[in-house]
């Protein structure tokens, strides 16, 4: 029996150091320590020591035997309180160890013998060094990532679902909500609106947990002014939208700017003529835009500052001073072209000098020169009842409108140079017309002298020639009776000759009476004269139908019965004459010609065709007076037309001619 229980109590042992073993290989895979202290805190157990302390080393000492001086301090200072207090004690503890700073986190629990007295502390000791190393890491992480936020100009906030606040930079224009507000998870509303005391009912938040989607708005916030809003989904890895992330930008510059922009470029659209009409609109957005009481754009001129443009001046104010002593006045004839702001206006040399400043209590001038040719030859400026700084855009949308101003001078500039010239070209005008009528008149009286003087003894001659022909015929032999004919002949021609000239001489003075001409019927009517005149002759003449033209009949007429004439004239020893009239479009414009098969000419003298007097034939062969294709010059002149000729000697001639495509009229040019 006794061997009986002997087996038992062996076999219990057994088992229990099996299970310590296996306790104890579990816990030195475990990451924590585990130590037992009797009263006088050394070590009566230890499993899983600090590195580099087997626990051979570590059973029987105490702590000021193991660590540095402080450390132990610390270590025995938990453990006799818990031995005191009876009651255990859980605390994060840094431990210098093996050249190491180590963070424990560290549980003493009191030993309480059958007797019900504290025998000893136990422990266990978790390396909790990694998992610090970590947070600090996450934490300086989380400290950038705030510190980057908090540098960002804008609003920036995240949202869950019950529209809390979790967290935002609490900027960006929003600086009104309470510090009290900001400090815990409000609601955005609470934050925003807080006399609202509810959601808002269109919420962009809201849309995008319910769609998931981000969202871009624009509104106008009461306190802000005009804010752009983007809102973004957050998903967790079931794409779901777990938080919103807000961003909203204070865009009130930016919509000023653009307000400023669009009535910028409603003022250049809307500018006309009047060049003093654009510079007051100019001068009216300058004061509007910079919020000024008071806008000006002033010149010297006959040595006195005058106001060019104004907007918003006083009903009393002078528009028309001495200069001296005036600050426009003083921007004008500096060097410098900068834009120059002037404050506290009442204690500076002006309040004596410009009468201004005092009556109308001015306090900060800002004004920009305006400047042509490389000089200052105005100021445009704002003035202001307060102290005030422009902003960046104000100084810019000054210089944008000086700028124009300026080009507006130098149109100014450019069309009072044109009317000067204008007045002096008309009184150039009116003398030379005075001397062309006078010329005119010479002319007419010259032409009349003509008509008259010399007629008269053409007559004359006419006359006694005749007397002796029909008297003294009979008298006279062959070669008397033929000087007398060609004594008679000559005086004939010279009549001719007088009446052509009197023709060419008062082209340049006829009316001319615009209208739709049928040139291929007037061709046709024409041909049809010289056909009657030389009815023996056998000629083609081909006229293209349908050729209209705008221009004065009469001469017109005059112009085609001369190059017809022409073309009949020099096709007479042809054996099959061919006369042509059509019409061809060369780079666009209408060309009318008439073409013959006659004996044509050189090239080399075409230059003489239409000069007065000048002829290419010999007058015996073909007689004429030379002053038929000046004429047809002169008309198409008058039309501001113009005429060509091509020719080769034996071949032909060929005539072009142009007329202006304008729509007829009976106004007299």
Known sequence: ???????????????????????????????????????????????????????????????????????????????????????????????????????????????????????????????????????????????????????????????????????????GGYGYVSPDCRAGHPFCYEAFYPDQGAPCEVCHVLDVFRTGKPVFVEKRNPRIGYVEIHAYPLFDDEGRVVLVIEHIRDITDRKRTEERLSRLNETFLAFGADTQENINRLVALCGEHLGAVCALYSRVEDGMLCVVGGWNTPPDFVTRDKPEGHICYDMIRSEADTLRVVRNLPETGYAGTDPNVLHYGLKTYVGKPVTFGGQNVGVLCVVYQEDHVPTEEDEKLLGILAGAIGIEEKRWRAEEEIRRLNADLEQ???????????????????????????????????????????????????????????IRNAG??????????????????????????????????????????????????????????????????????????????????????????????????????IRDNGIGFSMEGAERLFVPFQRLHDLEEFPGHGIGLATVKRILDRHSGSIWAQGERGKGAAFFFTLPQSAPDTESK
Not at 452 to 481: Q, W
Not at 520 to 536: C, D, K, N
Request: glycine share 6%; with cysteine.
């Open 492 to 593: 004939q021609r010279m009549g001719q000759l007088i009446d052509a000239i009197l023709r060419l001489s008062s082209l340049p003075r006829s009316e001319i009476h615009r209208e739709t001409i049928d040139l291929s019927r007037m061709v046709t009517l024409i041909a049809a004269e010289l056909r009657q005149r030389e009815p023996e002759r056998r000629i083609d003449i081909i006229v293209e139908p349908g050729i209209l033209a705008v221009g004065d009949r009469r001469l017109i007429k005059i112009a085609l019965e001369n190059l017809m004439g022409n073309a009949w004239k020099y096709t007479g020893r042809q054996a099959r004459p061919i006369i042509e009239f059509g019409l061809k479009e060369t780079d666009g414009a209408k060309v009318y010609f």
């Open 428 to 486: 150039r005008v009116a003398e030379r017309t005075a001397q062309l009528e006078a010329a005119n008149q010479e002319l007419e009286s010259f032409s009349y002298s003509v008509s008259h003087d010399l007629h008269t003894p053409l007559m004359i001659l006419e006359g006694f020639i005749r007397e002796l022909k029909d008297r003294y015929a009979d008298r006279l032999d062959d070669t008397g009776r033929y000087f007398l004919e060609r």
């Open 1 to 171: 029996m006794k061997k009986h229980r002997e087996g038992i109590s062996r076999r219990r042992e057994d088992i229990r150091r099996e299970y310590e073993d296996y306790f104890r290989s579990t816990l030195k895979n475990a990451p924590l320590s585990l130590f037992h202290q009797d009263r006088d805190l050394r070590y009566t157990w230890i499993c899983n020591p600090l590195p580099g302390l087997p626990a051979s080393e570590v059973v029987g000492r105490t702590d000021a035997e193991l660590f540095d001086p402080a450390t132990a301090a610390e270590l025995t200072r938990i453990k006799l309180m818990v031995m005191i207090e009876g009651r255990g004690v859980r605390q994060e503890i840094q431990l210098h160890h093996d050249s190491d700073d180590l963070m424990l986190d560290l549980s003493i629990e009191p030993i309480i013998d059958p007797a019900g007295a504290i025998s000893g502390v136990a422990g266990v000791a978790i390396d909790i060094s990694a998992q610090k190393r970590i947070e600090k890491t996450l934490n300086k992480s989380e400290e950038l990532i705030h510190r980057i936020i908090e540098t960002i100009p804008d609003f920036l906030s995240v949202h869950d679902r019950d529209r809390r606040i979790l967290f935002s930079n609490w900027h």
